[in-house]
Every structure is written in C-alpha cells, then in structure tokens.
C-alpha cells in the first residue's frame, strides 16, 4: 500500500497501557548539527534516521506524538520524521546526476522574466479602459447604498467592507483622510 493512500488514523485502544508514563524512551540517534555537517561532508549526503522500534513505549506512542515525528505512524513508524528523505514524485533531474542544480553547468536555463511575459503577453488590446479600481469603486458604492443587514461590529478598520480587497481598504482610506478633515 502506497503511503500516501494509507487508511485514516484509528483511535488504539489502549488495552493494556494502564498507565502511560509520557516520558519519550530514546531508542534512535539524534544528530547535532555538527554531526550532520560532518556526515554530509564525509558521505556526500545527509545522515537518514534509522528506523524506529515503536513497541519499546507503545503505550506513549498510542497516546502522545514525539517530537521528531517517528512512531506518528504506527504503521509506517519512519514516514515523516526528521532526518529522513522526501518521497519524490518524479525523478530527480540534476546537471551533473548528483547534485548540481540543472542549468549551472551544462545548458542555459531560459530566463524566467522572458519566460512570463512569453507566456502571458498577448497581442489583442483590451477594449475597455475600466480596470480593477472601477470594480472596487463599485464596492464602496455599493456598500454605501445598501449597508449589509447583518453589521458586525468587531471589524478592525471599523467598516467590514473595507477588508474584503486590499484596493478597497485603500481606496477607503483615501476617501476618509480626503471627507473627514
């Protein structure tokens, strides 16, 4: 069964713990980071965690997350702790098939400002003048002639419509500072 399909996570019973001390009993290797810096230099790669022994304190387990995240999953005790790889969902693609990012030695990576203004520039013009700011107009003028019937009063900048669009609060602003001097 794939990891990611795993069925939901049940509530254990738990049975036989009585009594379940929450004191986490350290049955795996934990890194400094001088460590990892070390193994990393020496291996080339990141130090991987090993697999955890989940039955050494199942009664924390089934009741208490660790901090590291092994042992979450009683099913899969590895799946998303600390110092362990990512599942990858398509092959990695280095320049060198290591670790060199691709375009940094061999090939030009195209630049990624002509890229968007390729893909999103368009030859036909836009007929109307009316941008964003005519739709926020609307809002204001619309929040002015028919109020909402249902008024809140715990909204921070103290009209609820001001915080629906960013260019509405600005446009409310002005407004106010222009109107209430």
Known sequence: ????????????????????????V???????????????????????????????????????????GTCNNLANPIVGAAFTPFTRLLPSAYDDGINALIGATTRARPNPREVSMFLLSTRRAIGSKSNSMLMQFGQVVNGRTFPPNNRRDSMTVGDDRATIFIGLAAMHTTFLRLHNG
């Open 26 to 68: 350290e049955t795996r290797q934990v890194f400094s980071v001088a460590q990892m810096r070390a193994r990393q230099q020496q291996m080339g790669c990141a130090e991987v965690q090993i697999p955890a022994s989940c039955s050494v304190n199942e009664c924390f387990h089934k009741s208490f997350r660790s901090i590291d």
């Open 1 to 24: 069964m794939p990891i990611f399909t795993a069925p939901p996570m049940r509530l254990f019973s738990l049975g036989k713990c009585t009594q379940v001390v929450p004191v986490e």
